[in-house]
């Protein structure tokens, strides 16, 4: 009977709502049914469970938290500094250009603005200025959210929306001397992204970031990625890399370069992306700058399977955003702390330290954790809490319990 | 007499379902036409039940939001997604229809 009842409901819905789409000028007056079948989209798109636009990546490494969402296991940023591209994580706020709204790519153009002589260059044209390989860390303001009690909105991030790139590109200082210097007064360098659909609001849909004028001395403009012309789902085919600063701040599909007086008063900048307490908001809280000095441990976890007893060698990887790191310490029972080595090359202040701290674990559980420090910064025990849920870098959420047998 | 005490009780209780389906209804229509056009969600979400397909915040139908999720994002915003409370742009009551239905419409 009440089966009955339940399915006489739904069909009342059904017509009702189909006949209240027309009267509402909806075209898709037939697809009005209010519940069906779960289905997750990116299962339609692709059976490897990633949507069209990034095929190319290792399902396998990735969890896919939204379409433009998708962060790289912990074990899976690769134990070599630089993270594979195809493990590399996914956080776009627009739709990923396309190449025919790119075109030829050598025949994109970047405006300058807030310097002596205004200009605007080709990629063709920014290429022959100058060129430089710089490794950095990239990584979303908002990685390791999903550590936050309070359930901050947005992608629930761990470690994995964090990668280490090789970015090849033109130095903005060369840029600058061919624009004739910085007009006076210029306070921040401003890059605006070209991706933001027309039929949005610019001033909420333009991904505009303003960053402190000096950062441009050691900021680069990049075409290529880890040996590859930069993928379009990464900001093809240029964007700016202000190094030690927060993914958002790495505008992606880079139209402008500019030298302001005030920061940028778009929403991307003037609001979101603020570092506010809980149950606040607002332009007078701190943005997503410089990443804070942080680390966390990618083998052993409980990602990569059960742990012998015996000699264990601990890994992980270490940065100090701006800032060289000095030691990484280890601790396998969550207090006692032990200096960890470094290994693999230095590949300067803003990539990502390899270390690894050899330990005899007995049997039972063991909480591994690792804590950094950089220009006299140490990660602190506990997170700072705050509304969006940004910056994460305490080691103890970071840290991992494995069994040992 | 016992019969027509049940037919009573039935009665009752019947009006004030169809009181809630009603209430129910209502809310997915105006729902509808806040999600579609006041507020125009359609353009930036993914969601079938309402033929949208925008591709610039989540996708509903994956997301699979509760009701105060919905209610919560559309009053305080979030990234390019105005505040619509905040700012004054939906009244109380479209806010509580377009959480509502898409909470129900989103694919379950």
Known sequence: ???????????????????????????????????????????????????????????????????????????????????????????????????????????????????KKPKTFTLAQLKKLGQTTIATVLQCSGNGRGFFEHGPKGSQWRTGAASC??????????????CGGIA???????????????????????????????????????????????????????????????????????????????????????????????????????????????????????????????????????????????NVRVSIDGGTWKKAKFVGPYLGKYAWRQFVFEANLAPGSHNLASKATAGGDSQPELRYENRRGYAHNGWKDHSVNVEVV | MRICKIYFVVLFFSFFLMTDLKADSEKMVLGLEVFNNKAMCSTCHVLKAAGSTGDIGPDLDSLKPSEEQVRSVVIEGLGVMPAFGEEGLLTSDEIDAVSYYVAHSSEK
């Open chain 1, 184 to 326: 006076s007064g210029a306070k921040y360098m401003t890059c605006t992204g070209v991706d933001a659909p027309k039929d949005l609001d610019p001033k909420k849909a333009t991904v505009e970031r303003s960053v402190p004028l000096l950062v441009y001395k050691e900021s680069i403009l990049a075409w290529e990625m880890n040996g590859v012309p930069l993928p379009n789902a990464h900001g093809g085919p240029l964007r700016s890399v202000p190094p030690g600063y927060f993914g958002i701040n790495n505008v992606k599909h880079l139209g402008k370069l500019a030298f302001t007086e005030t920061e940028s008063d778009v929403k991307y900048m003037k609001t979101s992306y603020r570092i506010s307490p809980i149950g606040k908001k607002g332009p007078e809280y701190p943005s997503c700058w410089e990443m804070p000095v942080k680390s966390w441990i990618v083998r052993p976890t409980d990602e990569t399977g059960v742990v012998k007893s015996g000699k264990v060698q601990i890994a992980g990887v270490a940065m100090g955003g701006t800032k060289k790191i000095s």
């Open chain 1, 1 to 115: 009977m009440k089966k009955r009842i339940i399915k006489k409901i739904d069909t009342s819905k059904r017509n009702f709502l189909t006949g209240s789409a027309t009267l509402a000028g909806v075209a898709a007056a037939t697809s009005v049914l209010p519940i069906s079948i779960a289905k997750a989209n990116h299962e339609d798109s692709d059976p490897k469970g990633l949507p069209d636009f990034i095929k190319w990546k290792n399902r396998e490494a990735l969890i896919v938290h939204s379409k433009k969402g998708i962060e790289a296991h912990r074990s899976a940023i690769g134990e070599s500094i630089i993270t594979p591209i195809r493990n590399v994580y996914i956080r776009n706020n627009m739709p990923t250009m396309t190449d025919a709204q790119i075109g030829d790519r050598n025949k994109w153009k970047l405006s300058v603005e807030g310097v």
């Open chain 1, 165 to 178: 790139i090789l970015w090849t590109g033109v130095p903005v200082k060369k840029i600058v001397s061919a």
